[in-house]
Nanobody, 121 residues
């Protein structure tokens, strides 16, 4: 069984930056594709970014392209999300995902518990 643990959320002013981290533990026998989704109150969970372990290819939602960067850590099955130029509409619970691919939540097998990101002055 694979467990994902996110960290790094918090309160930030518009225009500020945050860096989210996610580490997989448990039966991590191989490397996984990893991604980030987010869910704002009253809205469905939406895709943010993903990185493919085999070639490092990255994919971003249009709403975050140019502001957010997903990257892999040195440790196996760790991933970061650097978020710059944050906007109030980025406020959401951010979830780490692993063992999947694509922009639909159903395409991912493992999920973390989420970390709250609030962008407000």
């Amino acid at each position: 069984q694979v467990q994902l643990v996110e960290s790094g959320g918090g309160l930030v002013q518009p225009g500020g930056s945050l860096r989210l981290s996610c580490a997989a533990s448990g039966r991590t026998f191989s490397s996984y594709n990893m991604g980030w989704f987010r869910q704002a109150p009253g809205k469905e969970r939406e895709f943010v970014a993903a990185i493919r372990w085999s070639d490092g290819n990255t994919v971003y939602a249009d709403s975050v392209k140019g502001r957010f960067t997903i990257s892999s850590g040195n440790a196996k099955n760790t991933v970061y999300l650097q978020m710059n130029s944050l906007k109030p509409e980025d406020t959401a619970i951010y979830y780490c995902a692993a063992r999947g691919w694509g922009t639909v939540p159903g395409g991912w097998y493992n999920w973390g518990q989420g970390t709250q990101v609030t962008v407000s002055s």
